[in-house]
C-alpha cells in the first residue's frame, strides 16, 4: 500500500467518528436518513441532489472523501436542502431551518477542534492529484 492510502485511511477513521456523534444528537434527527420521498412527494422537484448523514457514512466506507473539505461540503448540502425546501414563516419550517443551521456549525466546528490542519492540506493534496 502506498503511504497516502495510510494517510486517507485515518481520515476515513476519523470521518466516521464525526458522522456517529452527528447522527446521535437528537437535534439532528431529521438529516440523519434520506427524506422520506412517500412522506415529501413533491421533495425531488425541488431538491436535485438529496443528502443525509446515513448516505455520508457510506460514502465514506465507499473511500468517496478524500479529504474533509469534501466530506462538509455534503453536510453544507444536507443543510441548503433543509433551507431550500423549508422556507417559510411557519414555526415547523423556521425550527428545521434553525436545526440545519446548527448541524453545518456543529460539523465545522468538530473539524476544526478535532482535526489537524496540516493533516487536512495533505487530504487536500491527494485529492487534487485524484
Ligand atoms: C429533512 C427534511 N428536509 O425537508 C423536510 C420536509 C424534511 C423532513 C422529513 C421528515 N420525514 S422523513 O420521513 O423524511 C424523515 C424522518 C426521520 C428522519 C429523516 C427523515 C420529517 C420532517 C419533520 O419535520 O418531521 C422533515
Known amino acids: 500500500k502506498r503511504k497516502e492510502d495510510y494517510k486517507l485511511r485515518e481520515l476515513r477513521i476519523f470521518l466516521r467518528d464525526i458522522c456517529r456523534k452527528l447522527a446521535s444528537n437528537r437535534r439532528f434527527y431529521k438529516f440523519t436518513k434520506p427524506v ?3 412522506e415529501v412527494t413533491d421533495y425531488l422537484e425541488i431538491i436535485k ?3 443525509d448523514l446515513e448516505t455520508m457514512m457510506t460514502k465514506v466506507d465507499m473511500h468517496k472523501y478524500n479529504c474533509a473539505k ?3 461540503d455534503d453536510v453544507d448540502l ?3 436542502n433543509a433551507l431550500e425546501y423549508n422556507p417559510d414563516k411557519t414555526s415547523s419550517d423556521k ?3 434553525h436545526e440545519a443551521c446548527s448541524l453545518r456549525d456543529h460539523a465545522h466546528a468538530l473539524i ?3 482535526m489537524d490542519s496540516d493533516f487536512e492540506l495533505e487530504c487536500q493534496e ?3 492529484r485524484r
Open 95 to 97: 425550527q428545521i431551518r
Open 70 to 72: 469534501e466530506f462538509l
Open 49 to 51: 441532489q438529496p443528502m
Open 78 to 80: 444536507i443543510c441548503a
Open 126 to 128: 491527494i485529492a487534487r
Open 112 to 114: 476544526d477542534v478535532e
Open 36 to 38: 422520506d420521498l412517500e
